[in-house]
């Protein structure tokens, strides 16, 4: 079985208010000619199809425009899609009644029997061949919130040692179902120990911390493959068969210079063979310049010499301010007049002061009462710029506070 592997599509972004329906087109026209040219037999989508919990109507028409035209070119494709944290597991598995007679499987919530225990054979998805021979089982399972994982008593991380139980619990019941030369592949939307991630994966929840993560030995040794969404930085975890197969598209700056990938593998009987990894066409650039935060004379002189794009990039500029830049975003439009950029973020840093040791308990900290507005002014541009403020700022603002102090009203 040839399987390929995606997650964090991530629809209906907006990349600093600029709209990406057309680089998730792309995307989804690429992804639909790869599946043709690899001949797959399924596609594992691990999470965070979608941006927001309550996707737009777009976002939701293209996914399902992309699902139509997948197994309308290929009848046999099997598509199996797990819900992330970002997406709504119930509003994901809204037409699962419209889907039972399909090879389209979508997984968003755990589901329990009578008794309250988990139905782990719900998540136990059969893979055919092209023989129609049933060759592998998928333990699709999707982003695990409180409540969906068992809960053990005086565990040391209750999430980690949780969602590694459940994983187990999933892995041994697949293995009482399965039959000789039947592999076992298992699909997750998690943060795994030691994977490197990114500022977009620093601001997700709780979860992303280095005590709350699971470890690769969480997943059992049986699987041929394991299909990580969650991270959008590709990579392995532990060993080759943990994956994650990235963002298709840059998230964020930082992910400029990320390979965007899907994988693909082969699946034959019980073992993994053919592990290759099939690079995404980025259909808008993602630029940063300066490559480092500069003064805004060396900002302007790195603009000026922008060169002429083919297509527009998301642009941010990366400014290191040493004292007050009046107009700044003026300054930087003007330099890129004409330029074929899109400007997306303007990235400040600021000299901080250096101090020369620690305060003493010696040391008078004036109360604010006794400052004059001079002073809480000198104050502060000093802590920001690392130097007194210049004689025309101090000049200007003596007028505006003598302005205000002669018409109070």
Same mark, same amino acid.
């Given at each position: 079985?040839?399987?390929?592997?995606?997650?964090?599509?991530?629809?209906?972004?907006?990349?600093?208010?600029?709209?990406?329906?057309?680089?998730?087109?792309?995307?989804?026209?690429?992804?639909?000619?790869?599946?043709?040219?690899?001949?797959?037999?399924?596609?594992?989508?691990?999470?965070?199809?979608?941006?927001?919990?309550?996707?737009?109507?777009?976002?939701?028409?293209?996914?399902?425009?992309?699902?139509?035209?997948?197994?309308?070119?290929?009848?046999?494709?099997?598509?199996?899609?797990?819900?992330?944290?970002?997406?709504?597991?119930?509003?994901?598995?809204?037409?699962?009644?419209?889907?039972?007679?399909?090879?389209?499987? #979508?997984? *968003?919530? @755990?589901?329990?029997?009578? %008794?309250? $225990?988990?139905?782990? +054979?719900?998540?136990?998805?059969? =893979?055919?061949?092209?023989?129609?021979?049933?060759?592998?089982?998928?333990?699709?399972?999707?982003?695990?919130?409180?409540?969906?994982?068992?809960?053990?008593?005086?565990?040391?991380?209750?999430?980690?040692?949780?969602?590694?139980?459940?994983?187990?619990?999933?892995?041994?019941?697949?293995?009482?179902?399965?039959?000789?030369?039947?592999?076992?592949?298992?699909?997750?939307?998690?943060?795994?120990?030691?994977?490197?991630?990114?500022?977009?994966?620093?601001?997700?929840?709780? #979860?992303? *911390?280095? @005590?709350?993560?699971?470890? %690769?030995? $969480?997943?059992?040794? +049986?699987?041929?493959?394991?299909? =990580?969404?969650?991270?959008?930085?590709?990579?392995?975890?532990?060993?080759?068969?943990?994956?994650?197969?990235?963002?298709?598209?840059?998230?964020?700056?930082?992910?400029?210079?990320?390979?965007?990938?899907?994988?693909?593998?082969?699946?034959?009987?019980?073992?993994?063979?053919?592990?290759?990894?099939?690079?995404?066409?980025?259909?808008?650039?993602?630029?940063?310049?300066?490559?480092?935060?500069?003064?805004?004379?060396?900002?302007?002189?790195?603009?000026?010499?922008?060169?002429?794009?083919?297509?527009?990039?998301?642009?941010?500029?990366?400014?290191?301010?040493?004292?007050?830049?009046?107009?700044?975003?003026?300054?930087?439009?003007?330099?890129?007049?004409?330029?074929?950029?899109?400007?997306?973020?303007?990235?400040?840093?600021?000299?901080?002061?250096?101090?020369?040791?620690?305060?003493?308990?010696?040391?008078?900290?004036?109360?604010?009462?006794?400052?004059?507005?001079?002073?809480?002014?000198?104050?502060?541009?000093?802590?920001?710029?690392?130097?007194?403020?210049?004689?025309?700022?101090?000049?200007?603002?003596?007028?505006?506070?003598?302005?205000?102090?002669?018409?109070?009203?």
């Amino acid at each position: 079985m040839k399987i390929l592997h995606t997650a964090d599509w991530h629809i209906g972004q907006l990349f600093h208010d600029f709209d990406r329906t057309q680089e998730h087109e792309a995307f989804l026209n690429w992804l639909l000619s790869i599946l043709m040219q690899q001949q797959a037999d399924a596609l594992l989508i691990s999470g965070d199809v979608f941006d927001q919990a309550n996707p737009g109507a777009h976002s939701i028409k293209l996914f399902y425009q992309f699902l139509q035209r997948a197994t309308a070119q290929q009848p046999q494709l099997q598509i199996i899609i797990t819900a992330g944290n970002h997406d709504s597991p119930t509003r994901l598995e809204a037409p699962k009644p419209l889907l039972e007679n399909s090879n389209i499987h #979508i997984v *968003g919530t @755990v589901q329990r029997d009578d %008794a309250g $225990a988990i139905d782990y +054979d719900a998540l136990t998805i059969p =893979l055919k061949n092209s023989k129609g021979d049933i060759a592998a089982w998928c333990l699709a399972i999707p982003f695990l919130r409180v409540g969906d994982y068992p809960h053990l008593m005086d565990a040391e991380s209750p999430y980690g040692a949780g969602v590694a139980a459940f994983y187990d619990a999933a892995a041994q019941n697949a293995l009482t179902i399965r039959q000789p030369h039947q592999a076992l592949i298992a699909m997750g939307h998690l943060h795994a120990q030691k994977a490197e991630i990114t500022d977009m994966d620093a601001k997700e929840r709780l #979860i992303m *911390g280095g @005590v709350e993560s699971i470890a %690769a030995s $969480a997943f059992h040794p +049986d699987l041929a493959y394991v299909a =990580l969404g969650h991270i959008h930085k590709a990579q392995q975890i532990g060993k080759p068969t943990i994956r994650y197969s990235g963002s298709p598209i840059p998230m964020s700056f930082t992910e400029r210079n990320y390979k965007h990938q899907v994988v693909c593998f082969t699946l034959e009987n019980e073992t993994l063979s053919d592990l290759s990894f099939l690079e995404v066409p980025i259909a808008i650039p993602v630029v940063s310049v300066p490559a480092k935060h500069s003064v805004l004379t060396t900002v302007l002189q790195a603009l000026n010499e922008l060169p002429d794009y083919e297509t527009p990039p998301y642009l941010e500029v990366r400014v290191l301010e040493d004292q007050p830049e009046p107009g700044l975003r003026a300054k930087i439009e003007a330099a890129l007049e004409g330029k074929s950029v899109r400007l997306a973020s303007i990235n400040l840093k600021r000299i901080k002061a250096i101090s020369n040791g620690e305060a003493t308990t010696d040391e008078i900290i004036p109360s604010i009462e006794s400052l004059q507005p001079i002073d809480i002014m000198t104050r502060v541009y000093t802590s920001k710029y690392n130097s007194p403020p210049p004689d025309t700022l101090v000049t200007l603002f003596n007028e505006v506070v003598n302005e205000i102090a002669a018409n109070p009203s």
